[in-house]
Nanobody, 116 residues
Framework: QVQLVESGGGLVQPGGSLRLSCAAS????????MGWYRQAPGKQRESVAT???????IYADSVKGRFTISRDNAKNTVYMEMNSLKPEDSAVYYC??????????WGQGTQVTVSV
């Protein structure tokens, strides 16, 4: 069983910063992809950023240059530094870890609200 526990969400003013963390535990294959996804009310869940166990990253165009994803393989933890936050970044952010076609796990989500 794999569990993902997220932390770091909250309320921030436009232009502010937040750092999300997600710790994974359980039987996790060492070669995997970890990532952050988000879902705003009335919208589909979308990929924000992903990082492989070797450190290759992919970002959504909307966050390039503002968000940075990183990971600590020894701790099975993924982070995302979010800077220059905009109101449109407001959403529930979900952590994900996946490997192979049948192993795809999600965290419970953490709310990020960007508002004055």
């Amino acid at each position: 069983q794999v569990q993902l526990v997220e932390s770091g969400g909250g309320l921030v003013q436009p232009g502010g910063s937040l750092r999300l963390s997600c710790a994974a535990s359980g039987s996790i294959f060492s070669i995997n992809v970890m990532g952050w996804y988000r879902q705003a009310p009335g919208k589909q869940r979308e990929s924000v950023a992903t990082i492989t166990s070797r450190g290759s990253t992919i970002y959504a165009d909307s966050v390039k240059g503002r968000f940075t994803i990183s990971r600590d393989n020894a701790k099975n933890t993924v982070y995302m530094e979010m800077n220059s936050l905009k109101p449109e970044d407001s959403a529930v952010y979900y952590c994900n870890v996946a490997w192979g076609p049948r192993n795809n796990y999600w965290g419970q989500g953490t709310q990020v609200t960007v508002s004055v």
